[in-house]
């Protein structure tokens, strides 16, 4: 077999054939990277907010925020809740190297990004929130730029010439090194993130902006904000999971 002239497709068919066919939670055989049984147990984002996917006791409405001052985001795609497995996935991604979930993570985003776009136009452009440069030299790398880059070559794969991202060039760059939000009153975390991010290149007026997990939405707000104000016209959330912080009873 000459195995130069495979492409990369050909060769990852054959990579998941001989060397995985197996759920990367439990290790039983799957034809899925993560088999029915394990994503049963996956905390799905199933009572939100219409708006911005937190979550409330009842479906279909909207919180009470969004009520009064809804995020300047377009559409929020949030289909996990951040505890339970998808917590400990990616905990496990960010702080203990399981580089090996983005993989089922971004692959299980994907599919329920193709069914929602089915009756959508796709955003132009994928831009990713990103960690701050030492962050990123603590860590060895920026988990957010890697499950993008995944996203990215899923939907390649999945619809092919539909897929409007070509390469992942982010022209979102984060300036300073913020401390952690979730201490912080709304106030005080809408001024912490407040020239926080810069964008250097143009960008799309359709643009996705993609985090892993969105906690109080204060970094996507300033975020979107900023987007907005580059010239994009039309914003929208894609994370893998919303943190259930406070359940709203409205
Ligand atoms: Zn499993
Ligand atoms: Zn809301």
Not at 116 to 121: F, G, L, N, T
Not at 148 to 174: T, V, Y
Not at 201 to 215: E, G, Q, R
Request: aromatic share 8%; charged share 20%; net charge positive.
């Amino acid at each position: 077999m000459d195995w130069l002239k495979l492409s990369t497709i050909r060769i990852n068919s054959i990579y998941n054939g001989l060397f995985l066919g197996l759920c990367y939670i439990c290790n039983t055989k799957s034809k899925t990277t993560i088999c029915k049984h394990c994503h049963d147990n996956f905390p799905k984002n199933e009572k939100h907010c219409l708006h911005c996917k937190r979550s409330t006791h009842k479906k279909n409405i909207l919180c009470g925020r969004c009520q009064t001052s809804p995020p300047q985001y377009q559409l929020c795609i949030a289909p996990y809740r951040f505890e339970g497995i998808i917590k400990t996935l990616i905990h496990s991604i960010k702080f203990n190297q399981g580089n090996h979930y983005i993989r089922p993570l971004t692959y299980l985003l994907s599919e329920h990004l193709i069914q929602i776009y089915s009756s959508d136009s796709w955003p132009d452009q994928l831009i990713y929130v990103p960690s701050h440069p030492n962050r990123i030299k603590a860590r060895g790398f920026c988990q957010t730029k890697a499950m993008s880059d995944h996203l990215l070559k899923n939907l390649q794969l999945k619809i092919g010439d539909q897929c409007p991202f070509k390469a992942n060039n982010n022209p979102l760059r984060k300036l300073k090194h913020t401390q952690a939000q979730h201490s912080l009153s709304r106030k005080e975390r809408l001024k912490n993130q407040k020239n926080s991010y810069e964008i250097n290149t143009p960008i799309a007026k359709h643009v996705v902006l993609f985090d892993d997990v969105m906690t109080t939405g204060s970094t996507i707000e300033s975020c979107t904000k900023l987007l907005l104000e580059s010239g994009a016209e039309r914003v929208d959330i894609w994370v893998i999971a919303r943190t259930p912080d406070k359940i709203d009873q409205s």
